[in-house]
């Protein structure tokens, strides 16, 4: 079986290229590298020791798309490209919704020109919105998005379901990642994000490097244990199994179907510190500074409908996922540059 990854070259998507490579997979990586290095892709060769087709082009190519198509034979698609920053998503709004959105109408036009109608997107537990208690299940209604990257990801999931519902031949699966951190236990990839981070690991790991000088801690006034936010950490390779799971799925069955891929636990911004201290023997200088808009108090899933219909559960906990992050950063102080 051969497996379309588009954003194959970022986080997510190297790691889940790893794992499709393990489990046999055929894997065709689409990236325009505007986030990535192609040095990632060299690295998941590197680590699963199999051969991995590249092609550097756009979702918003529909040539560049049609002739992937044409020259592979391709069973599923995994979907990862797309522009992730919240802050980058609010001053460029129109940038977000044309790669975003405009990218995915193009992906699922050749998809169907081509005749291969099944796809695994990475959702986000942003689309919960801030309205839903946690542990946010898969039949609650969708929130209001507060950014135009959380409205990207609202609608792509009504397109696809509008999709599905249109034509069933598609099989749809939607994935709803909570927080993905960590890395591969290689230290080979991980997550090399450009500038100063806005997430907070790889924020506390570039403080650790001694890249930054202190951690902000956004709010520390929340109604939660210790005051600041929680959140459900889930480790990178975690996640990658459950697409594994969503492919065969696809493969398998027409539907659409919708899954929170989380740990079902969630800690706090200072738990994260602690753990991080643990796994890096260093201290982890902060400061508390003001909550930043946009933030929930809680958030965390209820991954049960994951387990029992794909068979899938994380079962790595946060001292791993703290490891796994530090090893990485810390054999690679300048991400995939060195
Ligand atoms: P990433 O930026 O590391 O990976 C995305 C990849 O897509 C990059 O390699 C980038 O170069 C590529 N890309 C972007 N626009 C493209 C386009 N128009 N054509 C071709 N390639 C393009 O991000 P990630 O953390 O690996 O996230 C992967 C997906 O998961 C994204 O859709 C993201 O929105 C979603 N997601 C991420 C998180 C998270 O916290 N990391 C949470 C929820 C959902
Ligand atoms: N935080 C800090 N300091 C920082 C960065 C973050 O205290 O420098 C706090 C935040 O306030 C929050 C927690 O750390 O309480 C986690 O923040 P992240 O930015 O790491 O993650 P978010 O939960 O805000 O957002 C992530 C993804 C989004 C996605 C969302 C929901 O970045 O793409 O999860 O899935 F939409």
Redesign the pocket.
């Known amino acids: 079986m051969s497996i379309l990854v588009?954003?194959?070259?970022?986080?997510?998507?190297?790691h889940t290229c790893v794992e499709l490579l393990n489990a046999g997979y055929d894997t065709i990586i689409?990236?325009?590298?505007?986030?990535?290095k192609s040095e990632?892709v060299k690295r998941i060769k590197e680590i699963t020791g199999k051969d991995v087709k590249f092609v550097k082009?756009?979702?918003?190519?529909r040539a560049g798309l049609d002739k992937i198509f044409s020259e592979n034979k391709i069973d599923a698609v995994i979907?990862?490209?797309?522009?992730?920053s919240v802050p980058q998503s609010c001053k460029e709004p129109l940038e977000y919704y044309d790669?975003?959105i405009g990218?995915t109408v193009t992906l699922c036009e050749a998809m169907a020109a081509a005749g291969c109608k099944k796809i695994v997107f990475?959702?986000?537990?942003?689309v919960y919105g801030s309205e839903n208690p946690s542990p946010l299940r898969e039949d609650m209604p969708e929130g209001k998005t507060t950014n135009p990257?959380g409205t990207?990801?609202l609608y792509i999931e009504r397109i696809l379901k509008d999709t599905y519902a249109a034509d069933n031949e598609w099989s749809v699966c939607l994935l709803?990642?909570?927080?993905?951190i960590g890395a591969h236990k290689s230290g080979r990839i991980g997550?090399?994000?450009n500038g100063i981070p806005a997430?907070l690991v790889p924020y506390i790991t570039q403080v650790a490097i001694g890249k930054l000088d202190h951690l902000n801690v956004c709010g520390n006034d929340y109604p939660t244990p210790d005051g600041t936010g929680i959140r459900d950490y889930i480790h990178v390779v975690d996640l990658a199994l459950g697409h594994i799971k969503a492919v065969e799925k696809v493969l398998g069955e027409t539907g659409c179907s919708t899954y929170n891929l989380g740990t079902g636990k969630g800690y706090s911004v200072l738990d994260l510190v602690k753990a991080f201290e643990k796994a890096c023997g260093k201290k982890i200088k902060y400061e508390i500074a003001p909550r930043r808009s946009g933030d929930v108090a809680i958030c965390y899933s209820d991954p049960t409908k994951a387990k029992q219909e794909l068979g899938w559960s994380a079962t790595r906990d946060l001292d791993e996922m703290c490891e796994d992050s530090w090893r990485w950063q810390s054999n690679n102080p300048n991400g995939f540059e060195d």
């Open positions: 588009t954003g194959g070259a970022g986080f997510i998507g190297s689409l990236d325009n590298l505007c986030n990535s990632s082009c756009d979702i918003r190519d979907h990862f490209a797309g522009l992730k790669n975003n990218g990475s959702s986000s537990a942003t990257y990207t990801k709803r990642y909570f927080n993905p997550e090399d994000p997430n």
